[in-house]
């Protein structure tokens, strides 16, 4: 299942009056659209042509210092003290854009590179013109199987990994097993890349701490301004240590110069006297109720052998279709319906389980969940394979 | 001579008080802040959640359609006929981007790929991540050479080639020159990259019609806002035969997912009703006086035995330092002097001209190009050799 096969499906999504639990798109309910409007006259009022003009690769200083100060915080508040210079920050054009430029630096023809089962679908499109062999390390609900990471180890360039709230399964890793990892990785060697793009969308509480903040010498650190304020302004960040960092900012300076300084200017603005200790309680407030209404959703809807998970945070959550089900096979039938979602089987290196889906609950209202979800379970009962029985709908019901 | 030793060098030009010549830093006086402040505002108040969401790989529909129909006006109006269908352009995170897609689908390890001599450098760095071996195909001031080409063209993926007002010579293409690089490159079967950055910034008559133009199906062509409105909003674009375009945008959607669809639909705004047709006069027309205040100074305070050209346009002029010198050991007595540039050798893939340097005329105004040309031509004076005599200033003065 290649990218543009993806990118296939996903356009019969964009039909219109579509209800779609596809995208990984955050609430526009979310925007800060005043904010920003102010953020933007201010920018150009006071400091327009610097905002205009070239810049420097590593992003704007300001920007920098906040987001190792925000991060340590952070990561104070879970409990581990981490210290950042913001000389070992580098922005980003997304978060995505640091998956490009580490695939850059870290990958060679054939290189192993690790990652979940599954893992996020961008990051395998990022690294893959690179030409690495991917080697999917088994996974569960509490994270990465560190047994098996040991067993293939040997010659990795990198871990990656989405301790919180992963995309597409919307797991997190438990303490004990970020523990394990950290250990492991640190004792076999292996560098870890943490991409981090939802750990501020907890509902009832703060994810452990990371695995930077463990060994910040061995990972890498990702983050993202796309969640928590607007994912149409491009803005990420790394965190690498200084050993690497110029590495990546020549790969940075060679992909698209540096990010935009505008968009940079209008954040660092936006940021100013804690608007985020202020503004995302309201996103996870939000998203915490339509998970609920999701989860309810799925409870009254679906058919008895229909699995999924309750995530803590984030945006997703992973299902699982009946036994000899495909979730390729059930899209067209559940778009006929006017309800939309990714087949799991995007999200693999190799070896998809290809029951599973995500759902997003975030982009679609509570009332569109409800009727999203119905739409989904009908399409399930008509999509059932005959030899469940000739009366699916009832059966499974039951 | 490799990107962190320029970057190195660079660093030395942002003192405080320096008059830079270095580099290609558009001038700030022409950046439309009121146009750009006032498209915000609409664009958040009319359209905001849809500017600061997730957005197709592709760019803004308006955009796209806006950059077709441009340049097939342009086209137009410089003799030939070009039909671009919108579904052909692919906007980028700045032109730079661009560079790095193209490496991304078309070079491969050790594949060979031919620039002029020189080039720029920052495309030299978008493609060395896919690791090619570059062949310097001969220039003059007219441009490539086209039986060097015929003679290096075996088994190359593309050419590289800036027509307009190349950076870093400022030179331009003569119309038979493209007529017959067109032919040739079609008859050798190697694909042109022609990027194009520089073509609005003519000053006293339109160039000839691009290469794309003449052979749409054997070129991708490459264009930028950076030059016309701003650079700080990193917006490019590319145009490229629909047997590629699926390539070049599937690796787009890795290397960022898509350029800020805020920034694309600013820009949209700006652009309406003919703004760019009355605003690019007045950077051609202060750059033109700009030129001609560097040329002047140049006559009035350089050594004899200094050379440099007179560009039709753009924004740099090439200069070459008497036998025996050397712009690199000449930089740092510039900076003592509080006058910057970039050596030449940082734009040949090989075999570098030591002798060398690319002069930006746009970023100082004319009073600071006066001051700065006078402490270059001292700087330069105090360098030469001994050999050159026991009274160089006097000497090369005569």
Known sequence: MNPSVIREILKV?????????????PSPRTFPIEAFAAACATVLHTDGRAALQYAASEGYAPLREWVAADLGRQSALAGLPWHIDPAQVLITTGSQQALDLIAKILIDKDSKVLVETPTYLGALQAFTPMEPVFASVASDAEGIDVDDLSAKAAGARF????????????????????????????????????????????????????????NPDGCIYMGSFSKTLAPGLRLGFLVAPKSIYSKLLQAKQA???????????????????????????????????????????????????????TPDGGMFLWARLPEGMNAVALLPRAVEKNVAFVPGAAFYADNADPRCLRLSFVTASVEQINIGVAALAEAIRESRPILAGNEPATVEAA
């Open 13 to 25: 999504t964009e039909k219109p009056g579509i209800l779609s639990f596809a995208g990984g798109l």
């Open 159 to 214: 871990l990656y990994v989405l301790p919180n709230f992963q995309n597409p399964t919307g797991h997190s890793m438990s303490e004990a097993r970020r523990a394990a990892l950290s250990a492991a990785a640190a004792r076999l060697g292996v560098p870890i890349v943490e991409d981090n793009p939802y750990g501020d969308l907890w509902f009832d509480a703060l994810p452990p701490p990371t695995l930077t903040a463990r």
């Open 255 to 309: 992909a698209d110069l540096h990010t935009p300084s505008f968009n940079q200017r209008i954040v660092a603005e936006v940021l100013k006297d804690g608007f985020i200790e202020r503004h995302v309680p309201t996103i996870r407030a939000l998203y915490k109720s339509q998970r609920d209404a999701m989860l309810a959703a799925l409870s009254r809807e679906m058919p008895a052998d229909v699995t999924w998970n």
